[in-house]
């Protein structure tokens, strides 16, 4: 069975500044990732998914992921931190069940951001 | 816009009552997926359909029960909720590798 690993519960940066949100993963083949974000009370929204095109993954709000297989990891940025990126992000890893996939949630890293 | 779509998005019940929360997609996924999350945990799997098949995962409690009546539908029923049944429920969908989620539903337990 897949699994995926956030390795910081709690994120803090100021705002400008980058962020950097860490995801690994264990897989026994080529997985699809994903990274949501979740603002309080709210479900969950799509930053960006890998579906092993490039590497280098671009989403909204001017976040990206990197995919390094060698690392097994997918780990999240974005330049500079804004005040609305404060919120629950979760990496999400695709996996094969008896019955097809389903979705394999970490975690979850909250990001707080400081003016 | 194709979509997964949740009804309500905020539900109250009372200790021990049934409900029912409900998800539709426009997305045409033969997969429906439904989740439970706790608050500040992460989303963890309840049961899935794969078409019409139903698949529960092993530590899903019995009070939880789920209906497919077609490709678009999926009711999650609660036959006696309890206090920790509080929580997000989520609604997702997939075929050949394309995921949809839906915004979820927020169930209070009074």
């Known amino acids: 069975a897949q699994s995926v690993t956030q390795l910081d519960s709690h994120v803090s940066v100021s705002e400008g500044t980058p962020v950097l949100l860490r995801c690994n993963y264990s897989?026994?083949?080529?997985?699809?990732l994903f990274w949501y974000v979740q603002h309080p009370n709210k479900g969950l929204q799509l930053l960006l998914k890998?579906?092993?095109?490039?590497?280098l993954v671009k989403g909204i709000n001017g976040f990206e992921a990197e995919f390094k297989k060698s690392e097994t990891s997918f780990h999240l940025t974005k330049p500079s931190a804004h005040m609305s990126d404060a919120a629950e992000y979760f990496c999400?890893?695709?996996?094969?069940?008896?019955?097809?996939?389903?979705?394999?949630f970490g975690k979850g890293t909250t990001l707080s951001v400081s003016s | 816009d194709a979509m997964v779509i949740q009804n309500p998005r905020y539900q109250v019940t009372q200790f021990g009552k049934p409900v029912t929360l409900s998800c539709s997609q426009t997305?045409?996924?033969?997969?429906m997926y439904w989740y439970q999350q706790k608050s500040s945990q992460a989303p963890k799997l309840l049961f899935h359909?794969?078409?019409?098949?139903?698949?529960n995962e092993a530590d899903t409690p019995d009070n939880f029960q789920s209906r497919r009546p077609n490709t678009s539908f999926c009711f999650l029923d609660i036959r006696s909720p309890g206090l920790g049944d509080a929580a997000m429920y989520l609604c997702?969908?997939?075929?050949?590798?394309?995921f949809g989620v839906g915004p979820g539903t927020r169930l209070l337990v009074l």
């Open positions: 997702a969908t997939s075929r050949d590798g394309e």
């Open positions: 897989s026994s083949y080529s997985p699809s």
């Open positions: 890998y579906t092993s095109a490039a590497t």
């Open positions: 999400v890893v695709s996996d094969r069940t008896q019955a097809g996939t389903a979705l394999i």
């Open positions: 997305l045409n996924h033969n997969v």
């Open positions: 359909y794969y078409d019409k098949d139903f698949n």
